[in-house]
């Protein structure tokens, strides 16, 4: 598996999390990767970590930022190859019928519109590549339904949803599209979920680890390593005539709880 040393990468939310370890493992293949995130702190500490990233504060939620943030990575990549869209935000903890309206909207602004304007000012770049990628980070909320979690559920099968229409749109020009969808992931953000759950029940972690992992044939949470390089995998010569495809990295997990 190899990737073109010149592959020119847009990674959203690329500081921290699973976006950092997509951008780490793309600075490792050699490409030349421009990151945006609404952290600058976190950005401070990638450019210290991966002095070579090109970085942007940005908020995707705001249409004309995402489209500016775009033509700058552009510019500053000398063209897109490969646009990762990860960013998007989890939202608020509520049955639909105690939604609030505005929540919902704020969640469907970064996670659907935030991508779609992203993706739309990336194309016209992703065309004039030999080998224009576009990988959509969906979730494992993105093919089972997720109690108290509607906003962020639909947005993540709405994502699915593009995936396939831009393999569809993008195809003829050479451009593949391929949507990730990772369960639970092993990281800080798991650890709080963790903590959390066992203040309000009464058990120990360990024990709602345990809980977390019953509905997984691996019983482990996903390493953030193993997400990122699946996504180098999709944008190099390996994965050429992988497009449209929906790819769960979960291990094997059977619901969204």
């Known amino acids: 598996m190899t990737i073109s040393t010149t592959q020119r990468v847009l990674v959203t ?11 780490e493992a793309f600075v490792s293949a050699g490409a030349k990767v421009f990151v945006c995130d609404i952290d600058e702190a976190a950005l401070q500490r990638l450019q210290e970590q991966m002095p ?4 942007s504060v940005c908020d995707i939620g705001d249409r004309a930022a995402a489209a500016r943030m775009v033509d700058d990575a552009a510019a500053a990549l000398g063209g897109i190859d490969v646009l990762v869209n ?4 989890a939202g608020p903890a509520a049955s639909v019928a105690d939604m609030d309206t505005d929540a919902w909207e704020s969640v469907l ?3 659907l519109t935030g991508t779609f304007i992203v993706t739309q000012h990336a194309i016209p770049h992703l065309k004039q590549s030999d080998a224009g990628t576009i990988v959509i980070m969906s979730s494992l909320a993105g093919r089972f339904g997720y109690p108290n979690r ?15 229409t831009l393999a569809r749109e993008l195809g003829e020009f050479g451009v593949r599209v391929n949507a990730i ?3 639970a992931v092993k990281g800080p953000r798991m650890q709080r979920v963790l903590e959390g759950r066992a203040s309000v029940s009464g058990r120990s972690v360990a024990e709602e680890e345990a809980s977390a992992l019953a509905n997984q044939s691996i019983k482990r949470f996903v390493d953030p390593a193993d997400i990122a390089a699946l996504a180098v995998f999709l944008a190099s ?3 050429r005539s992988i497009s449209g495809q929906i790819i769960p990295i979960d291990g094997d997990s059977q619901s969204a709880s």
């Open 13 to 23: 939310a690329g500081a921290s999390g699973i976006g950092h370890a997509i951008t």
């Open 52 to 55: 070579g990233v090109v970085t």
């Open 86 to 89: 990860n960013a998007g935000i």
């Open 109 to 111: 602004r970064v996670n």
């Open 150 to 164: 509607s906003p962020y559920a639909v947005t993540k099968w709405g994502l699915v949803g593009f995936a396939k």
């Open 181 to 183: 969808l990772p369960g």
């Open 237 to 239: 010569s390996a994965g």
